[in-house]
């Protein structure tokens, strides 16, 4: 298992798929936001935690049909479906590859784009802690619709449709978590949601993307 994930952690950082392609769509994003809304701070502040937390979705979501894409395309998926590895595993350590090399960049930039877009003070950690715990389940939730989609020509359309919906209540409690903290008021239920979401994710979706792959292998 270690071994997988060092290797898909070198692929992802050698191809700038996953690592760079997604922290420089988040920051075109944040940098896009201001011409277009206007550069009054009151209202970026206003909206900066849900603007932070679209950016970090959809940069997400550009790299999700990389996960199986190219083991699918050079028969390595074919391989590891036979190794000595529960599927359910493989598919983890895809989905924590993925969250390595695309979320916690994210979520490590996050804070510093929130200056861009003059977040308020008391928001920068809560606008951390809540893509930190969010994020894995974008990854997990992504996994499961590459899995879905994998084989499929030009199945990077389907597959934002089909992973779009499952995002969505991870925005809205992730945001909300952000916008809260930013306005002081009490995060506790939308934070505990938005835990549950991620938690629930990483502990049912594995075994849905597994049965998924072993089909699509047949």
Same mark, same amino acid.
């Given at each position: 298992?270690?071994?997988?994930?060092?290797?898909?952690?070198?692929?992802?950082?050698?191809?700038?798929?996953?690592?760079?392609?997604?922290?420089?769509?988040?920051?075109?994003?944040?940098?896009?936001?201001?011409?277009?809304?206007?550069?009054?701070?009151?209202?970026?502040?206003?909206?900066?935690?849900?603007?932070?937390?679209?950016?970090?979705?959809?940069?997400?979501?550009?790299?999700?049909?990389?996960?199986?894409?190219?083991?699918?395309?050079? &028969?390595?998926?074919? *391989?590891?479906?036979?190794? %000595? $590895?529960? #599927?359910?595993?493989?598919?983890?350590?895809? /989905?924590? +590859?993925?969250?390595?090399?695309?979320?916690?960049?994210?979520?490590?930039?996050?804070?510093?784009?929130?200056?861009?877009?003059?977040?308020?003070?008391?928001?920068?950690?809560w606008l951390f802690l809540s893509l930190l715990i969010g994020t894995p389940a974008l990854s997990v939730i992504g996994t499961f619709g590459a899995a879905l989609t994998v084989g499929l020509k030009r199945g990077g359309l389907l597959l934002s449709l089909l992973v779009l919906p499952l995002y969505v209540p991870t925005l809205i409690f992730?945001?909300?978590?952000?916008?809260? &903290?930013?306005?002081? *008021?009490?995060?506790?239920? %939308? $934070?505990? #949601?938005?835990?549950?979401?991620?938690?629930? /994710?990483? +502990?049912?979706?594995?075994?849905?993307?597994?049965?998924?792959?072993?089909?699509?292998?047949?």
């Amino acid at each position: 298992m270690i071994a997988l994930l060092m290797r898909d952690l070198r692929l992802a950082i050698r191809a700038g798929g996953g690592f760079g392609l997604g922290l420089a769509f988040f920051l075109i994003v944040v940098v896009l936001v201001p011409f277009g809304v206007g550069p009054e701070t009151t209202l970026l502040a206003r909206i900066a935690p849900g603007i932070l937390w679209v950016g970090a979705l959809l940069a997400c979501l550009l790299s999700l049909d990389r996960i199986f894409a190219l083991d699918w395309e050079d &028969g390595s998926l074919d *391989l590891l479906a036979t190794a %000595p $590895l529960p #599927m359910e595993g493989i598919v983890t350590v895809k /989905a924590l +590859a993925h969250w390595l090399t695309t979320g916690l960049p994210l979520v490590l930039a996050a804070p510093a784009l929130g200056l861009l877009l003059s977040l308020p003070g008391p928001g920068y950690l809560w606008l951390f802690l809540s893509l930190l715990i969010g994020t894995p389940a974008l990854s997990v939730i992504g996994t499961f619709g590459a899995a879905l989609t994998v084989g499929l020509k030009r199945g990077g359309l389907l597959l934002s449709l089909l992973v779009l919906p499952l995002y969505v209540p991870t925005l809205i409690f992730g945001a909300e978590v952000a916008r809260r &903290g930013a306005e002081g *008021l009490a995060v506790e239920t %939308p $934070l505990a #949601m938005l835990a549950g979401l991620s938690f629930g /994710a990483i +502990a049912l979706l594995p075994f849905a993307s597994a049965a998924v792959l072993r089909i699509n292998l047949r």
